[in-house]
């Protein structure tokens, strides 16, 4: 899948407090919207996890209760076996996630969110 990102200018969107999301444009192409100012003040991992976590909902398609949780789960598993997590930013990224605040109904507070995504295979 080819997917498309860009620094959105939607006032809508950037007047939320979501770093990214991703849908499709009219031609049904998959696009990751980013909020320049709020990515890049991220470190460069979790920029990617950010990144790929997006993907994994265009890849995933999942529209479930458990949607976050499992785009949570395909982002680092294709950032494991792509060799974009090693040992030298392992941990910058667990206290990224681990930080993440609670989000109800869909994102449990970010302690929870990485014991669900640690385990994942
Ligand atoms: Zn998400």
Same mark, same amino acid.
């Given at each position: 899948?080819?997917?498309?990102? !860009?620094?959105? #200018?939607?006032? =809508? %969107?950037?007047?939320?407090?979501? =770093?990214?999301?991703?849908?499709?444009?009219?031609?049904?192409?998959?696009?990751? $919207?980013?909020?320049?100012?709020?990515?890049?003040?991220?470190?460069?991992?979790?920029?990617? !996890?950010? %990144?790929? $976590?997006?993907? @994994?909902?265009?890849? =995933?398609?999942? #529209?479930?209760?458990?949607?976050?949780?499992? @785009?949570?789960?395909?982002?680092?598993? $294709?950032?494991?076996?792509?060799?974009?997590?090693?040992? $030298?930013?392992?941990?910058?990224?667990? =206290? %990224?996630?681990?930080?993440? *605040? @609670?989000?109800?109904?869909?994102? *449990? #507070?970010?302690?929870?969110?990485?014991?669900?995504?640690?385990?994942?295979?």
């Amino acid at each position: 899948m080819r997917v498309r990102d !860009f620094y959105s #200018d939607d006032p =809508t %969107f950037l007047s939320t407090d979501y =770093t990214a999301f991703a849908n499709y444009d009219l031609r049904g192409e998959p696009i990751v $919207h980013l909020n320049r100012q709020r990515i890049s003040a991220l470190s460069a991992i979790a920029q990617k !996890f950010v %990144f790929y $976590h997006e993907c @994994a909902h265009l890849w =995933t398609r999942d #529209d479930s209760s458990n949607r976050e949780l499992s @785009a949570n789960c395909a982002a680092l598993r $294709h950032m494991r076996r792509s060799g974009i997590i090693g040992h $030298h930013n392992a941990v910058e990224l667990r =206290t %990224f996630i681990r930080g993440l *605040p @609670a989000r109800p109904p869909l994102y *449990p #507070d970010g302690k929870t969110q990485w014991e669900k995504a640690r385990a994942c295979r």
